[in-house]
Every structure is written in structure tokens, then in C-alpha cells.
């Protein structure tokens, strides 16, 4: 379970020879229980990423409390790590390693005796229908197959709790299909699941929960249905232009 309460991240740019701040996400709170895939929505820029970095320890929230599975984010990093599988939006797989190594290498740096990482690593790659990659190095793969050595290597120790930002970037329709498939199988086993995006068809299409994010703060929180009660649209769409304080009529 992941629990949010008021956190904020600010960063320091410099423009030419004055410095300003940029107030990523500002008092963010929600909830993520096991059993339940739920979606931080947003446009680019409007605080998802910085919210899964600072839960996934990349950064440390400057206020506010975050609590994965029963750890403080900021003092048990190392116990939440153990918890966590996370996948960036960016990938950042090793090129010169093939997928099957870069997989391996992950189940080891988590604690997997070498038969137990190959066994699991094997499960993983027939699971995500990797079997053609296996045994190639990373370097020249598409967007959508470092995709699928991502996710494999965030779910090669079995954690509790995922973390997915923008999962289906660069996924095709067949690849999406077997990756929700794989989140709802998750999610149905007990697995706690967060992922952003800012695709609403993907969000209507999985989420049991979604909490719309914009400007760094939490617009709304709700089902998809209470989202589009509370707005009074049935497009996902244009609850989420209501929520955010747009405009739904369309540009002449």
C-alpha cells in the first residue's frame, strides 16, 4: 500500500544570471491500496513524474510524508527499495548487456541466488513473449521491446508494489493488450499498482482509481464513474478538461 500525504518538490533552474524555482508538486496526498490499480493523470509536466521518483526514493520530497508497505520513503529508502518495482519513463537499459542479461543483473543486485535469477529471469521472458530478444544485446532495440526489459526487471523480485510511469509508451496495440493484461492479473493477485499516464483512453480502460493531477497539486480523486459524476461529463476527456478548470467547448 502506498500512502501520500502532502508532499512538495521544488527544483532551482538558472536562467541566464537569475536563479527561480519551479514548484514540481505542491501538497500532493492520495492513496494506493494492495488489490487496486491506480492512475496518477496528468498532462506532461504536471507532477507525475516527480511523484513516482520521490516514492521510488530517486529524490527526497522537500515537505510531506510518503509510506510504502509500512517504510517512511525518506528514512527507510533501502527497506522501500526492497518493496518497489519501478519503472521509469525512461528505460535505461544497459546496451551492451543482452535482455536476459540485463534481467539477471537485476534479480542479482535484489538478492536472487544464481539458479532462482535464471529461473525467474526464464519465467519473465515467456511471460512478456521476450523469447526472440532473449539472448540480444540491448543496443538498436525499439522503444517497446526496452520497454518490456524494464518492466521484466521491475517484477523479476516479485515485489508487493509497483510503479509504472507511462508503461505503454512505445508498446504497440498487441504488446498494450498483453501488458494490461499482465496489471490486472497483478493487481488481482494482491498487488498494490500506480502508474501515470496522460492517455485517458488507457487510464478508462484500467484504472479502478484515478487521481487527476495538474499544476503539481491534486485536482480530484475518484473512480473513473465518480470522476465523470462529480464533473458531470461522460467522456473521460472532458471530466478531466472540468477538472483541471478548462474549457470543454471546442476551438472555433
Do not use: W
Not at 539458479?115 to 538498436?140: C, K, P, S, Y
Not at 508503461?167 to 493477485?189: F, Q, S, Y
Not at 498487488?191 to 487527476?212: G, N, R, T, W
Amino acid at each position: 500500500m502506498i500512502e501520500v500525504k502532502n508532499i512538495s518538490k521544488s527544483f532551482t533552474t538558472k536562467k541566464t544570471e537569475k536563479k527561480s524555482k519551479v514548484h514540481a508538486v505542491r501538497g500532493v496526498s492520495f492513496e494506493a491500496p494492495d488489490g487496486r490499480i491506480t492512475g496518477l493523470l496528468g498532462a506532461n509536466g504536471a507532477g507525475k513524474s516527480t511523484t513516482l521518483r520521490i516514492l521510488a526514493t530517486l529524490i527526497k520530497a522537500d515537505e510531506g510524508v510518503a509510506v510504502i508497505d509500512g517504510y517512511d520513503v525518506k528514512n527507510n529508502s533501502l527497506e522501500v527499495r526492497g518493496q518497489i518495482g519501478f519503472l521509469p519513463h525512461n528505460s535505461g537499459v544497459y546496451p551492451r548487456l543482452t535482455a536476459f542479461e540485463n534481467i539477471r543483473y537485476y534479480a542479482e543486485i535484489a538478492g536472487l541466488k544464481k539458479q532462482a535469477a535464471n529461473t525467474r529471469v526464464n519465467e519473465l521472458i515467456e511471460l512478456l513473449d521476450m523469447q526472440d530478444i532473449a539472448d540480444r544485446r540491448t543496443e538498436g532495440f525499439s522503444q517497446g521491446q526496452k520497454t518490456k526489459v524494464a518492466l521484466a526487471r521491475a517484477l523479476v523480485h516479485n515485489p508487493r508494489t509497483l510503479m509504472l510511469d507511462e508503461p505503454t509508451n512505445g508498446l504497440d496495440v498487441m504488446a498494450t493488450r498483453n501488458l494490461r493484461a499482465i496489471i490486472r492479473r497483478l493487481r488481482d493477485e494482491g498487488h498494490c499498482i500506480l502508474f501515470s499516464s496522460h492517455v485517458m483512453q488507457e487510464v478508462a480502460a484500467l484504472c479502478d482509481y484515478v487521481a487527476i493531477i495538474n499544476e503539481g497539486k491534486i485536482a480530484i480523486s475518484d473512480s473513473v464513474a465518480g470522476i465523470r459524476q462529480v464533473t458531470g461529463q461522460n467522456d473521460l476527456e472532458d471530466a478531466f478538461v472540468v477538472a483541471v478548470g478548462g474549457s470543454i467547448e471546442e476551438p472555433a
